[in-house]
Nanobody
Framework: VQLQASGGDLVQPGGSLRLSCAAS????????LGWYRQAPGKQRELVAH???????NYVDSVKGRFALSRDNAKNTVYLQMNNLKPEDTAVYYC???????????????WGQGTQVTVSS
């Protein structure tokens, strides 16, 4: 299954964005899917993930502001981002695999990602 992240934009602090991760095939076959971000000069970090059972988990810095959802009919997982802060500025990527892979970020390839810039 190939994944494509989209939806990034320039937004003011306090604003909202919804990122989409579209899969080329059924997301039912995906064990777990994660959203990562990488800011300039920083390591890529896993910010949120969802399992096949729709269990979700978020890094502390985004809890209460970001929310995952899935549309099985569209084979798409969304990351709703509210109350955005300048420190959320990064390239956001999605990837899928086992939970162990997600937690380790051990993927052979990453898509282009989508740029989120939070600035006034």
């Amino acid at each position: 299954v190939q994944l494509q992240a989209s939806g990034g934009d320039l937004v003011q602090p306090g604003g909202s964005l919804r990122l989409s991760c579209a899969a080329s095939g059924s997301i039912f076959s995906i064990n777990a899917l994660g959203w990562y971000r990488q800011a300039p000069g920083k390591q890529r970090e896993l910010v949120a993930h969802i399992t096949s059972g729709s269990s979700t988990n978020y890094v502390d810095s985004v809890k209460g502001r970001f929310a995952l959802s899935r549309d099985n009919a569209k084979n798409t997982v969304y990351l709703q981002m509210n109350n955005l802060k300048p420190e959320d500025t990064a390239v956001y990527y999605c990837n899928a695999g086992t939970l162990k892979q997600l937690l380790g970020g051990t993927f052979a390839s990453w898509g282009q990602g989508t740029q989120v810039t939070v600035s006034s």
